[in-house]
Each structure stands twice: as C-alpha cells, then as structure tokens.
C-alpha cells in the first residue's frame, strides 16, 4: 500500500537559515504529491502541491520538486523565519483518501 | 466566504456518553472526511464519504458513527464504545478522493 516517510523532528533552526525537510513515499501509479502546514490549535493548511514527475510546487518562498526516480517530494525554503514555526505534513494521493506522513515540526528562533 | 466549519472548539465527554462533532462545508465537495490526531502519530482515518448517503470505515472506525444524508454535512459521533477517545479531530472535504483535502479548524475532545 501507499506509504509516506518524513524525518523526524523537532528541526530547530535560527532565523533566516535554509530549511529542507525530507519526504519520500512509496506509492501505485502516478499519485500527486503535497504539503500541508499545520499551526498550533489549528486545522491543515495546503502549502503546496504536484501533480507530475519533475512538477515544482512553490508558495511563500517554500519549494519542493517531485522526483520520481528516488521517490521523493523534499521541502526547502532558502531563509525561514519565525513564524513558519509550525507542523509539516507530507501527504500523497491514493484510490481513497490522501495517505500522510507523521508530520515533523519546525521551531524558528529569533 | 466558502470554507469548512467545525464546532464545537472543545467538546467535553463524561463516561458511558456518546457525543457528535459536527462539519460543514459550503465549497459544495462531494467527499469528506474525519481524522484523529495525536501527539507523534500524525493523521489517522475514521471515515470518509464520496457521496451523500454513502460512507465507508477508514483505519480506525471502531466505536465511531457517522452519517451523510446532505452534501454540506458530514457529522461524526464518538460512542461510549471508543474507550480513548481524548484527541484532536479533523475534518475535510475535497472535489475527488484524490485531490487537494481543505481542513476545517478541529475539535479537541477531552474525557472528563
């Protein structure tokens, strides 16, 4: 069955530093690929998706590029800041639903 | 504002009592969703719909119900059955099964 793998947290980082948070998925087919960003007390947000191999997903300056021949779907930002302190979840489509990873949580400090 | 409504925020349980999470959405989705969220263990399935009237047991669907007798609502009851029922619950709705899921706000469950 469709699997997604992320790396463990917490990654602490300081600000303005350069973030990646790995992603890699075992999956039937062509599923589509996406990221979701879940603050504190709060529901999942879509950060960004792809729908292909070699597709960038981009918005708020995060990027991940779906790479088919290593399955993988790596998130990277080139300079955090503060408040993208949150949850970061890695998620691929499958017959049913969208299967998730465990999520790996970020902390930005000043 | 089209969106995914959840209430209530916090929901209290006492023993032996069954209790109902309600979602709405107005982004007119056929499919919608309730998961579980715990700490470290990510999102889990209890169910899903494709379509009104329709529904089907996700990966932890023991001792929850829901029902779909409209396309705007999806309501989940968690019964006296699931014996923890402490948690974060989520819903979602998207177009197709695979496609972008829009999340509501949650409600936290607490066992009293």
């Known amino acids: ?33 996406f990221w979701y960003v879940q603050y504190p007390g709060e529901g999942l947000q879509l950060l960004l ?10 918005n708020k300056g995060f990027e991940a590029t779906y790479r088919k021949e290593t399955t993988s779907f790596h998130l990277e930002k080139g300079s955090v800041q503060v408040s993208d302190s949150a949850v970061y979840f890695c998620a691929l489509s499958g017959y049913s639903t969208l299967t998730f990873g465990k999520g790996t949580m970020l902390l930005v400090s000043p | 504002d089209g969106g995914i409504t959840q209430s209530p925020k916090y929901l209290f349980r006492k023993e032996g009592q069954n209790v109902t999470l309600s979602c709405e959405q107005n982004l007119n989705h056929d499919a919608m969703y309730w998961y579980r969220q715990d700490p470290g263990q990510g999102l889990r399935l209890i169910y899903y719909s494709q379509i009104v009237n329709d529904f089907q047991k996700g990966d932890i669907a023991e001792g929850y119900s829901v029902s779909r007798e409209k396309k705007e609502s999806f309501p989940l009851t968690v019964t006296s ?3 923890n029922p402490t948690a974060f619950y989520l819903c979602a ?7 972008t899921q829009y999340f509501g706000p949650g409600t936290r469950l607490l066992v009293l």
């Open chain 1, 1 to 33: 069955g469709n699997s997604v793998t992320q790396m463990e947290g917490p990654v602490t980082l300081s600000e303005e530093a350069f973030l990646t948070i790995n992603c890699t998925y075992t999956a039937t087919g062509y599923p589509s690929l």
């Open chain 1, 49 to 58: 998706k792809a729908t292909k191999a070699d597709d960038k997903g981009s």
């Open chain 2, 81 to 83: 059955a699931q014996k």
């Open chain 2, 93 to 99: 709705s998207s177009t197709t099964e695979q496609e």
